[in-house]
């Protein structure tokens, strides 16, 4: 059996075998490999394991189980609720893991919206020296009253200021461990935006190419059986590699840095030392060159930094200056792409010196409530609270977008999401619970080590699953009732293409005309009469608003979607002077 050595390539061969095969799942062997160059193939062709991970199995099966028996049963009595109570068809959905991720959202997404500003004062100021304008910090970052800010503002504004002392700092940076799935995904979605989901599609095809070792591991260490010398000389063939490739082949040993986390089944993710034979396309190369980088990088020398705090005393009151500078690169030098440079050089100074304060002021300023989750975020939220797997938590995310309950590079929860929750919280708790879903994911662990059977962690399972159900189906009036408003909210606010810029009231709306069926935009008030504007649309492709307005005239823009033809983002005015001499 030569699937993916990891719980879903053993079930999914396991399967294979059983029920294609003729139950020739016992009679099987096992190749064992992480990554898909030629050479590891043939090794773990020629080192058999005597026989697949039958633990391993019953776990795989198991979560399928779980996910088909929560997933099926929740999301059909959701669907089916809405549509008795609404006559209309719409797919809700939740699961063991699907609905604590969206609990993460709406709890955030509600202390954000019942989040109060609080108004606080700072003072922000700089200093010449040498004829260079620098920033620094007051001694408190939060001044009580606007009365008090400006007391110091006044007393320091004009005057010269003295350096009292001077701290320098040197410090080691090591470099950082190599990446596993989740690691590689935050940082593809910090340096490139890329969503977890397409980070880990392109790795999957990167992998495919026997470029880079198996990508969904959850290990940050890099045995030494991988051949660390061999992979640096075979990527110093590619140019823009030889320098440092070299470098590190120079050193008597190499050792890398390896993070704590680890994975019985693969190493860390890094470059196999193939290059590729055919052109990568955009995506592609930015993923691998991360890698390679990456890799490099663990190889490195720790980098030598210094870091300088200079206290000014203007009037009696404090004032810091800092800065940041790099000595020695180290490891950076290899991973110099994707590190945001922080340096801020001073000049020589001398305890004693004076400055000259050349601008000082109150900054007023407000709290803020805590950020959205974004998907990288998220993803890490996940990970920490034991939900989900490497392989599943990025398709679990892309779900919460793809039902609507979600929104936005910021996590926006939508209506339909914070209904949906809602009605989970009244009449099945459970079912959102972090615990009740990590205690799942620690049953399944058990079965995987062959300290549980399958069939206990099931019956558990359903027994749990039992009073949920026949609760929701108690109360299926008023579930279907709650939700098909939820819908009907959700559908009216994805129509919704701005404010309607003649009545200031109403908004104006994708619309479908009763006598004709033709749609068009008009103010939500047209049908009660309390205002007329209208506006024509085209009949034929998918029109959805854009989400801006016209630079030009200020009205609010859709998006036309043809077969065949690429979007076409316009004004909604039909005399607006933006399409002047496309009449």
């Not at 069939?455 to 929701?472: F, T």
Request: proline share 6%.
């Amino acid at each position: 059996m030569a699937t993916d050595y990891d719980v879903e390539g053993a079930t999914l061969g396991y399967t294979i075998l059983k029920y294609a095969c003729g139950d020739k799942e016992k009679q099987a062997k096992r190749m064992k490999f992480s990554t898909l160059t030629a050479k590891e193939l043939r090794e773990s062709y020629n080192n058999l394991l005597e026989h697949i991970e039958f633990p391993i199995v019953e776990a795989g099966e198991c979560r399928h189980f779980l996910d088909a028996i929560y997933g099926i049963n929740l999301s059909r009595a959701m669907t089916v609720a809405a549509k008795r109570w609404s006559g209309k068809y719409a797919t809700l959905s939740t699961g063991r893991v699907q609905g604590p991720t969206l609990k993460f959202l709406v709890e955030r997404e509600k202390i954000i919206n019942s989040f109060v500003p609080t108004p606080f004062w700072s003072i922000k100021a700089t200093v010449e020296i040498n004829g260079s304008v620098f920033d620094v910090e007051y001694e408190q970052d939060v001044i009580g009253t606007r009365d008090e800010a400006q007391k110091i503002v006044d007393e320091c504004r004009g005057k010269k200021g003295k350096i009292t002392k001077i701290e320098i700092r040197r410090f080691r940076q090591n470099p950082p461990p190599p990446f596993d799935l989740g690691t590689l995904q935050s940082e593809a979605y910090n340096l490139f935006r890329y969503t977890p989901r397409r980070t880990a599609d392109i790795a999957e095809r990167l992998y495919l190419a026997a470029l880079i070792s198996y990508p969904r591991t959850s290990s940050q260490k890099l045995p030494a059986t991988i051949g660390y010398r061999a992979i640096l000389e075979s990527l110093s063939k590619k140019s823009e590699y030889r320098d440092m490739a070299r470098e590190l082949l120079d050193k008597k040993e190499l050792v890398p840095t390896e993070g704590k986390k680890k994975d019985p089944a693969h190493p860390a993710i890094y470059p196999t030392g193939n290059l590729p034979e055919k052109a990568l396309s955009g995506p592609e190369k930015k993923l691998w060159n991360l890698i390679v980088r990456r890799f490099m990088a663990v190889f490195g020398d720790p980098a030598l930094k210094q870091s300088m705090k200079v206290s000014i005393d203007i009037e009696g009151h404090r004032f810091y200056l800092r800065g940041r500078q790099v000595l020695k690169e180290g490891w950076m030098k290899f991973y110099k792409p994707f590190i945001r440079s922080e340096e801020i050089l001073l000049p020589h100074l001398e305890e004693g010196q004076t400055v000259l304060l050349k601008m000082i002021a109150v900054e007023d300023k407000f709290t803020k409530p805590p950020a959205r989750y974004n998907p990288s975020s998220l993803l890490r939220k996940m990970e920490n609270e034991g939900l989900g797997t490497k392989a599943t938590r990025a398709r679990i995310i892309d779900m919460l977008y793809s039902r609507g309950y979600v929104s936005g590079e910021r996590a926006v929860v939508s209506e339909l999401g914070l209904d949906v929750i809602d009605v989970l919280e009244r009449y099945c708790p459970e079912v959102i619970s972090v615990s009740f879903t990590r205690e799942l994911e620690e049953s399944m662990e058990l079965i995987q080590n062959g300290k549980e059977k399958m069939e206990n962690v099931l019956e558990k399972a359903v027994n749990r699953l039992k009073p949920v159900l026949e609760n929701l189906k108690k109360h299926e009036e008023s579930v279907g009732q709650e939700l098909s408003e939820a819908i009907r909210k959700a559908r009216m606010q994805q129509r919704i293409v701005g404010e309607c810029p003649e009545c200031g009231t109403g908004k104006l709306t994708i619309l479908y005309s009763r006598r004709t069926g033709k749609r068009f935009i008009g103010c939500t008030g047209f049908f009660k009469g309390l205002c007329k504007v209208s506006f024509p649309l085209p009949q034929k492709g998918t029109v959805k608003p854009a989400g801006k307005r016209c630079p030009v005239c200020g009205y609010p823009m859709v998006q036309l979607r043809v077969k065949g033809k690429r979007p076409w983002t316009f004004c909604i005015r039909p005399d607006c002077p933006s399409k002047e001499g496309k009449r």
